[in-house]
């Protein structure tokens, strides 16, 4: 099992900056990915960002340029700097990660609310 601990998120206006970050514990797998989804109501919950063990990053084409993913593999830990924030980046955030091998777990965090005002 793994544990997902989110931190960061809240209100912030148009433009402004929020840092998100989630902690793993638990029976973590060397090679594995983690990063953020987010999900709107009514909608399915899409990626924002993801970063494997060994540095690789995937974005989505709409936080390209405004969100950066960073991760501490010593202690388990991934960050999203997200600059320039719009209202359509409004949305329950959730921390992600899964073992990098065929059949590989998947696990998530409990969400953070991300609220952007225009």
């Known amino acids: 099992q793994v544990q997902l601990v989110e931190s960061g998120g809240g209100l912030v206006q148009a433009g402004g900056s929020l840092r998100l970050s989630c902690a793993a514990s638990?029976?973590?797998?060397?090679?594995?990915?983690m990063g953020w989804y987010r999900q709107t109501p009514g909608k399915q919950r899409e990626l924002v960002a993801t970063?494997?063990?060994?540095?690789?990053?995937n974005y989505a084409d709409s936080v390209k340029g405004r969100f950066t993913i960073s991760r501490d593999n010593a202690k388990n830990k991934v960050s999203l700097q997200m600059n320039s924030l719009k209202p359509e980046d409004t949305a329950v955030y959730y921390c992600?990660?899964?073992?990098?091998?065929?059949?590989?777990?998947?696990?998530w965090g409990q969400g953070t609310q991300v609220t952007v005002s225009s």
């Open positions: 992600h990660y899964r073992e990098l091998w065929v059949g590989g777990a998947v696990y």
């Open positions: 638990g029976g973590i797998f060397e090679i594995n990915a």
């Open positions: 970063i494997t063990s060994g540095g690789s990053t």
